[in-house]
């Protein structure tokens, strides 16, 4: 089991209190993306060195023990995705895969959250996409992706690509790593990498016919500036 020292913090001086939430907090991210969100506070809170009724205090249930590993979580991926958004470069990729085992923890936690389903899941998605149309304007502003005719559809179709891959992925090849998840992740990019930066580079149609008939049958197109007009 890895510790949860593990997990990427900003901890240096704190308050005790503070120390003591953010350790409970990265322990519940450690034990629930292992055993599921069946497993009881008190594991968690010996997993943190605490006693169950500390955890209760700071929290107030299990529940939001669980929404406040999913802020962090959604925070982490929303700065890191902010980052490689804006950078553009190859520096910023590599640095980031080779942080892999050091970003395994939170990616087992939303693959767990995603896994398990029902209205907490539902809610994370959502915040999910919410914070990746965000990262995308940035994107876009820094000139690293294209300008899209429809942000918003752009992000849900990535956001539901990408969940529902690695959900594929996990189901398929996740039992074969079940002593360690970052040697399962950094298999999945390996296999992913070259060719989603090959797809997102070059595209995959050799001309935009496709789009301009399409966009023919669509009652009130959104608009293209950078586009020709459809073909008539």
Not at 17 to 29: G, H, L, N
Not at 42 to 69: E, M, N, Y
Request: with cysteine; hydrophobic share 45%.
């Amino acid at each position: 089991m890895a510790d949860v020292r593990d997990i990427p913090t900003d901890r240096d001086t704190r308050p005790p209190a503070v120390d003591t939430v953010e350790r409970i907090r990265d322990a519940a991210i450690m034990r629930f993306g292992r055993d599921g969100f069946g497993v009881g506070l008190r594991a968690i809170a010996a997993d943190a060195g605490v006693t169950a009724g500390l955890v209760v205090h700071h929290f107030g249930s299990k529940d939001g023990l669980r929404r406040a590993c999913d802020d962090h979580v959604l925070a982490f991926i929303r700065a890191e995705k902010t980052k490689a958004a804006t950078s553009g470069t190859a520096s910023m990729l590599l640095a980031q895969l080779a942080e892999i085992d050091r970003f395994a923890p939170m990616l087992r936690y939303l693959l767990r959250s995603l896994q398990s389903g029902g209205t907490m899941a539902a809610e994370l998605v959502e915040h999910m996409m919410a914070d990746a149309q965000e990262y995308l304007a940035a994107g876009v502003e820094a000139g690293v992706f294209r300008p899209s005719r429809d942000p918003e559809a752009r992000t849900r179709y990535l956001a539901y690509q990408n969940i529902g891959g690695m959900l594929l992925w996990a189901s398929m090849h996740l039992d074969e790593y079940q002593e360690d998840f970052a040697a399962a992740f950094r298999h999945y990019l390996e296999e992913l990498t070259l060719p989603a930066l090959e797809l997102f580079s070059h595209g995959l149609f050799v001309d935009r016919s496709m789009l301009d008939n399409y966009l023919m049958y669509v009652p009130d197109p959104p608009s293209d500036g950078d586009a020709a007009p459809p073909a008539t």
